[in-house]
T-cell receptor, first 116, second 117 residues
Framework: DTEVTQTPKHLVMGMTNKKSLKCEQH?????MYWYKQKAKKPPELMFV???????INESVPSRFSPECPNSSLLNLHLHALQPEDSALYLC???????????????FGPGTRLTVL | AQKVTQAQTEISVVEKEDVTLDCVYE???????LFWYKQPPSGELVFLIR??????QNEISGRYSWNFQKSTSSFNFTITASQVVDSAVYFC??????????????FGRGTSLIVHP
């Protein structure tokens, strides 16, 4: 089973709203990722959690706040977003042994976010 | 720094035609990993193949085949007898080894494949 689930599928929010995106995997993967993808562009890495600790933050604005409550869950808390933040937000996970080679990332279906 | 180039922005074919999607990469790592993903209109990136730099064997999976050539830094993807369901954006990606400092995946810009009935 190589499934990563994401909720909600679609989200419309105003610039003053607070919302959260959720991601879940049950493959026993120890690394989880958030990506942002604009139309006709490749995914852009935002955050990486490795063994439930934030290991990479690609200079993402503080209005995006990630959280990894446990090894299966990854949240992205959104607050005071801008219209230009409208995009497809993809979650991914990978096995990632501590000293091993980079494993395949498996992606969820994404959340299409529209900021009004 | 590593780089992935997918020079073909969009390819349009008629069903049953064969089509090759090009991927050229640059990296200073001696150990690295190449991937192909398919992104249909629904949005999910579907993993297709992973290849490490020490394995230059070509691979075939049904109608899909991959040609990895280190000498030309290319990892091309061929779909034989294309079908409408193959219509999607295809991304080539590169990851270096953790010790090489290029651990963060680098994606190409993607090639949009349109298969007409």
């Amino acid at each position: 089973d190589t499934e990563v689930t994401q909720t909600p599928k679609h989200l419309v929010m105003g610039m003053t709203n607070k919302k959260s995106l959720k991601c879940e995997q049950h493959m026993g993967h120890r690394a989880m990722y958030w990506y942002k993808q604009k139309a006709k562009k490749p995914p852009e890495l935002m955050f990486v959690y490795s063994y439930e600790k934030l290991s990479i933050n690609e200079s993402v604005p503080s209005r995006f706040s990630p959280e990894c409550p446990n090894s299966s869950l990854l949240n992205l808390h959104l607050h005071a977003l801008q219209p230009e933040d409208s995009a497809l937000y993809l979650c991914a996970s990978s096995q990632e042994s501590r000293a091993g080679d980079p494993d395949t990332q498996y992606f969820g279906p994404g959340t299409r976010l529209t900021v009004l | 720094a590593q780089k992935v180039t997918q020079a073909q922005t969009e390819i349009s074919v008629v069903e049953k035609e064969d089509v090759t999607l090009d991927c050229v990469y640059e990296t200073r790592d001696t150990t690295y990993y190449l991937f192909w993903y398919k992104q249909p209109p629904s949005g999910e990136l579907v993993f297709l193949i992973r290849r490490n730099s020490f394995d230059e064997q070509n691979e075939i999976s049904g109608r899909y085949s991959w040609n990895f050539q280190k000498s030309t830094s290319s990892f091309n993807f061929t779909i034989t007898a294309s079908q409408v369901v193959d219509s999607a954006v295809y991304f080539c990606a590169l990851r270096g080894s953790p010790s090489g400092g290029s651990y963060i995946p680098t994606f190409g810009r993607g090639t949009s494949l349109i298969v007409h009935p």
